[in-house]
């Protein structure tokens, strides 16, 4: 299953790790905001998701900035990552400002076409597909970034036209499928 730019965005239920920033099972309705939703898959272990931690929260400020919703799903599979639980994303989730939700099943990554983490999917306020791949071009080192492409598909988004590069390939580990 592919999700390509101009979907509608999957729908999902999934329980959350961080019941202080939204209700403790999120849906796809409940995730949105009035200019659309921002659904990053992401973990706990992985080295590009812990070198861009602080990204991310400045990218979920940004999204309430602008009315536009944000969650992070981890979908790894918990039994050959035990980084992975729940229990460890309760812990992790403690210092987060945004919702952090668990894709037990990996249903959610499967209709997402997701394959890396971090991998971002921005949806506009018709729940359309905007744009997906990666935040920038150095998830690992915030001084050499040099390309802004989530950043620069927003601005696009919300002036109402489409962005100039909608789709990038992510840089991060892979999603750890089930066996």
Request: proline share 5%; aromatic share 8%; net charge negative.
């Amino acid at each position: 299953m592919t999700l390509d730019i101009g979907d509608t965005a999957p729908a999902f239920e999934l329980q959350n790790s961080n019941e202080s920033q939204g209700l403790s099972a999120m849906t796809l309705d409940t995730s949105r905001r009035g200019n659309g939703l921002i659904v990053v898959f992401e973990c706990n272990h992985c080295p590009y998701v812990i070198g861009s931690i602080s990204r991310l929260e400045a990218m979920a400020g940004k999204a309430n900035s602008l009315d536009i919703g944000f969650v992070g799903i981890n979908s790894n599979d918990p039994t050959t990552y035990p980084n992975d639980s729940f229990e460890h994303m309760q812990n992790r989730a403690a210092g987060m400002s945004y919702p952090y939700l668990h894709d037990a099943t990996q249903d959610v990554a499967h209709a997402y076409d997701a394959k890396r983490t971090p991998e971002f999917f921005l949806f506009n306020n018709e729940l359309k597909l905007v744009y997906k791949g990666r935040m920038d071009d150095s998830p690992q080192d915030p001084t050499r970034v040099q390309m802004t492409e989530l950043d620069d598909a927003i601005r696009a988004m919300l002036a109402g036209v489409a962005p100039e590069i909608s789709v990038t390939d992510s840089i991060g580990c892979s999603v750890k499928w089930k066996m």
